[in-house]
C-alpha cells in the first residue's frame, strides 16, 4: 500500500519550479509543519506547501510576520514534528534572534532563504547572493552552523532533504541559502521513488526520565517529546546538562559553546559536500556557488573547448566552510578566481584557507543583481593567460 507521500508525489521527470521543488523535498524528508509570512521570491514554497501538507496529515501556518514563523517552527519541533519556515533576505534578518535561540538550544529545523537584492527591502525579484554571511554570523555569541547552495531545481529538491537529515543528525537549524534566480526557475528534475530516499529520523532517548540528559553529551544528545514523560527544560540561557539554568560559573558557558561548536566541526568531513571539475591539469579554478555555479560550469567547458586548461570547483556546503577542499584545490592550480553575485564574502574565506598557496582573484557580475554574462568572465579569464 502506498503511503501518503507516495500518493502525492509520483517519480519520474517532472518540469517545475525551484521553490515547488523545495516544497516536495520538505514533504519527502517528513516536515509536517510549515510556518511562514509571506515574502517575495519564496511565496511559491508556502503555496505548495499549504496544498501539499494536509495531505500527509500536516499543519500550514501562516504567521504574523517573520520572528513568530521561525518562533512556532522552534516550537514545534519540540513538540516532535519535522519543521521548516521559507523566507528572503529581510524576513532572514528578523529570524536571526530565534536562530540563535534555536542553535544555543539544539534545536531541529530547516530555514529557507530564498535571496534577493538588498540591503534593507532592496529589489524584491532579482538575486543576490547577499546573504552568505549572515547565514554564518547572523546571530550573536560563538557558534557553528550549517549551510546549504542549491545551484538548481534538483538541487532544491535534493538539498532540502539533506537539510532536514543533517538538521536531526546534530540538533540544528540549518539554512538552505537558494536565491530568486533559483527559485524560480523552471526545469525538469527526475524525482525519484520517495522509498528509496534515506532519511535521518531524531535520536529519542531510551534512559528513564530522571536518568536523561537532553544536553551537553559527548556527541548529539537525544531529544524528547514534550508531554513525552521527560522532564523538558528548555532555556536559551547558559544550561547544564539537563537544561536548567547555570549563569554564576564560567564553566556553563564554556561547556555549552564548546558542545555547539565541536558537534558541526568534529563532523566537518560528514557535512561538507564539493564538486569539482576538470582540475588534473588545470592552472586556473573558476570558483563558485548557488546560481552563479551555473554559469561558471559553461565558462569552464567553453574554456577547455578553447584549449585552456581552467578547473571548476562548486561548492554545496557554504557552512562549515570546506577548507581542506580548497586548499587541496590551491595546491593544484596556480589561480583561483571566485565569481559571486556580492561584492565579495565566501572570497575572503578562499583567502584565508589558501594563504599563499595560490593567487585568489574576485569577480562579480558586471551588473549586481544579474548572472555573469559567459562572455565577460571568459574575457577576465583570458586576462589570467596574458
Not at 514545534?76 to 536562530?99: C, D, H, R, V, Y
Not at 560559573?249 to 564539493?274: A, G, L, T, Y
Not at 591539469?281 to 567547458?301: F, T
Request: proline share 6%; hydrophobic share 40%.
Amino acid at each position: 500500500m502506498k503511503t501518503p507521500v507516495e500518493k502525492i508525489i509520483e517519480p519520474g521527470t517532472r518540469f517545475m519550479m525551484g521553490n515547488e521543488a523545495c516544497a516536495l523535498g520538505a514533504i519527502v524528508a517528513g516536515c509536517r509543519y510549515f510556518a511562514f509570512y509571506p515574502i517575495t521570491p519564496a511565496n511559491e514554497i508556502a503555496e505548495h506547501m499549504s496544498t501539499l501538507l494536509p495531505k500527509v496529515g500536516g499543519v500550514y501556518m501562516q504567521m504574523e510576520d517573520e520572528i513568530a514563523s521561525i518562533a512556532s517552527v522552534i516550537g514545534s519541533s519540540w513538540a516532535g514534528k519535522k519543521s521548516m519556515t521559507a523566507t528572503s533576505g529581510p524576513g532572514f534578518s528578523l529570524m536571526q534572534e530565534n536562530i540563535g535561540y534555536a542553535i544555543m538550544t539544539e534545536t531541529p529545523c530547516v530555514i529557507v532563504d530564498v535571496q534577493r537584492c538588498g540591503p534593507s527591502t532592496g529589489t524584491v525579484s532579482l538575486p543576490m547572493q547577499g546573504d552568505v554571511y549572515q547565514a554564518r554570523h547572523g546571530s550573536h555569541g560563538e557558534y557553528e552552523t550549517i549551510a546549504l547552495a542549491p545551484s538548481s531545481v534538483t538541487d532544491m529538491f535534493l538539498l532540502t532533504i539533506e537539510a532536514f537529515n543533517l538538521a536531526e543528525a546534530y540538533r540544528t537549524p540549518v539554512t538552505v541559502l537558494s536565491d530568486a534566480l533559483i527559485g524560480h526557475l523552471t526545469e525538469s528534475v527526475e524525482i525519484p521513488d520517495p522509498s528509496t530516499i534515506t532519511l535521518i529520523e531524531r535520536k529519542r532517548p531510551k534512559e528513564p526520565p530522571e536518568e536523561c540528559r537532553l544536553f551537553l553529551s559527548e556527541d548529539v544528545a537525544p531529544m524528547p517529546v514534550f508531554g513525552s514523560g521527560y522532564r523538558v527544560h528548555v532555556t536559551a540561557s547558559t544550561h547544564d546538562e539537563r537544561g536548567f539554568r547555570e549563569v554564576e560559573s564560567p564553566i556553563f558557558i564554556d561547556n555549552v559553546v564548546r558542545k555547539i561548536c565541536m558537534k558541526i566541526q568534529k563532523h566537518r568531513n560528514e557535512i561538507v559536500k564539493v564538486e569539482t571539475k576538470y582540475l588534473e591539469d588545470a592552472d586556473v579554478a573558476l570558483l563558485a556557488y548557488g546560481s552563479v555555479a551555473r554559469s561558471a560550469l559553461y565558462v569552464v567547458k567553453w574554456a577547455r573547448e578553447e584549449g585552456l586548461k581552467v578547473g571548476y570547483v562548486k561548492l554545496i556546503t557554504l557552512w562549515p566552510f570546506p577548507d581542506d577542499v580548497i586548499l587541496d584545490v590551491a595546491r593544484k592550480v596556480n589561480k583561483i578566481m571566485v565569481l559571486e553575485n556580492n561584492m565579495g564574502q565566501i572570497v575572503n574565506e578562499v583567502r584565508r584557507v589558501v594563504g599563499g598557496e595560490a593567487e585568489v582573484r574576485f569577480l562579480p557580475p558586471r551588473i549586481l543583481g544579474t548572472i555573469h554574462e559567459p562572455s565577460y568572465t571568459m574575457e577576465k579569464i583570458k586576462e589570467v593567460y596574458k
